[in-house]
């Protein structure tokens, strides 16, 4: 199985920020990797597919970047809305996707 | 508009039974693979079951396997989980999910693109 592990579990930052959230896989994925956000009690939402191919509707203060093992998800200008959690996924051994642990993005 | 809605969700002892659906509706529900995935209190995401969109393949994470079955009737755009010998680790919200797939070139890229708001499943004695 392949593994993904997202860094820093946990962020605090400010409204207007840039913060940047890693993911890395166990193994090479390609551009096989998804982002999702969640807020509490809600669903998660898709955000950025193939790595760096932004969902529709999604602001484009998000980006995705990343290829083989490293992955990154980056906000530009934090709006108050973004405060939740985010999460990793491979779409790279379809249909057995994998989630990373989440990082959890708070407000400082 | 594009919809997916849970229930059944509820209080079972461990070592029981319980049926959760899925109905969908605002799209084709018969052409989308459709997936649950699950959050335990304070958790992550983990995908527990996929059926294609004819119910011709399905799979299963290594947690739920053999006790666990995915289900879809495509007539009534509704789709199933047939949770068997509970534990109290199954306790979680459990969420249904749509694929979509996003096609670049000869690849493709498969995502969850619309969700349903989750129905929970407590395992307790």
């Known amino acids: 199985d392949i593994q993904m592990t997202q860094s820093p579990s946990s962020l605090s930052a400010s409204v207007g920020d840039r913060v940047t959230i890693t ?17 509490p009690g809600k669903a998660p939402k898709p955000l950025i597919y193939a790595a760096s191919s932004l969902q529709s509707g999604v602001p484009s203060r998000f980006s995705g970047s ?3 093992t490293e992955f990154s998800l980056t906000i530009s200008g934090l709006q108050p809305e973004d405060f939740a959690t985010y999460y990793c996924q491979q779409s790279s051994t379809t249909p057995m996707f994998t989630f990373g642990q989440g990082t959890k993005l708070e407000i400082k | 508009q594009v919809q997916l809605v849970e229930s059944g969700g509820g209080v079972v002892q461990p070592g029981g039974s319980l049926r959760i659906a899925c109905e969908g509706s605002g799209f084709s529900f ?4 459709m997936n649950w995935v699950r959050q335990a209190p304070g958790k992550g995401l983990e995908r527990v079951a996929f059926i294609q969109y004819d119910g011709s393949d399905e799979n299963y994470g290594d ?3 053999g006790r666990f079955t995915v289900s ?5 755009n509704t789709l199933y989980l047939q949770m068997n010998s509970l ?11 749509k694929d979509v797939v996003a096609v670049s070139g ?20």
């Open chain 1, 66 to 68: 990343g290829s083989g």
């Open chain 2, 72 to 76: 879809r009737d495509n007539s009534k």
């Open chain 2, 106 to 125: 000869d690849y493709y890229h498969y995502y969850m693109d619309v969700w349903g708001k989750g129905t929970t499943v407590i395992v307790s004695s």
């Open chain 2, 87 to 97: 534990r109290p680790d199954d306790t979680a919200v459990y969420y249904c999910a």
């Open chain 2, 30 to 33: 018969s052409s989308y693979g």
């Open chain 1, 23 to 39: 993911c890395r896989a166990s193994r090479s994925i390609g551009n096989y990797l998804n982002w999702y956000q969640q807020k």
């Open chain 2, 63 to 65: 947690s739920v396997k």
